[in-house]
């Protein structure tokens, strides 16, 4: 048995053979359960300093450890961008709308604001930066269905503040 959320709704995969209790008790477990993992992956992500360690892992797993950030940070008021850069005081910002995104969306927006320590702008030489987190595609196509899914104009930079 297997449960998750799909735009919004949450899916529980059960045996056709269950009877009506049988599928309520599972259901409610199920979801239960995905609370639980959903609170846990919340806390991983956590606060400002988690922020910052994990900016640091990634700039060191991917980026030789050349970018070193001053600050990283959650903030709301970011509805129409995904992160931001300030590469004259290192700093790096992270719309809290992708507390609710997978962590490999999370890291590649990480790492593509790390990259912007090192190229400001989004050169040829960025792209190959960012390419090193093997996972930078797929990040960047859930990100493009987000934004398609929400109606806003296609073909934008995925967004930040020094496009
Ligand atoms: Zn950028």
């Known amino acids: 048995m297997t449960a998750y959320r799909e735009s919004g709704r949450t899916v529980v995969l059960i045996p056709a053979a269950f009877t009506p209790a049988e ?6 477990q ?3 359960k995905l609370q639980t993992r959903e609170e846990r992956r919340r806390r991983s992500l956590g606060g400002d300093d988690d922020l ?3 900016a640091r892992a990634l700039s060191l797993a991917h980026l030789d450890g050349v970018p070193e950030p001053a600050s990283v940070r959650w903030v709301d008021n970011q509805q129409r961008r995904w992160g931001s850069c300030t590469p004259a005081d ?5 719309s809290s ?8 969306v999370v890291d590649y927006v990480l790492v593509h604001e790390l990259a912007h320590l090192v190229e400001p702008s989004h050169s040829t030489a960025f792209w ?3 390419a ?3 996972r930078a595609e797929r990040a960047r196509g859930f990100l493009e269905g987000i934004e398609q899914a929400s109606g806003e104009p296609a073909g934008r930079p995925e967004g930040d503040a020094v496009d």
């Open 132 to 134: 090193r987190y093997p």
């Open 23 to 28: 599928e309520r008790r599972w259901v409610a």
């Open 97 to 104: 709308r992708l507390r609710a995104m997978p962590e490999y």
């Open 90 to 94: 290192r700093s790096i910002r992270l």
């Open 30 to 32: 199920m979801v239960a």
């Open 52 to 54: 910052m360690a994990r």
């Open 128 to 130: 190959a930066l960012v």
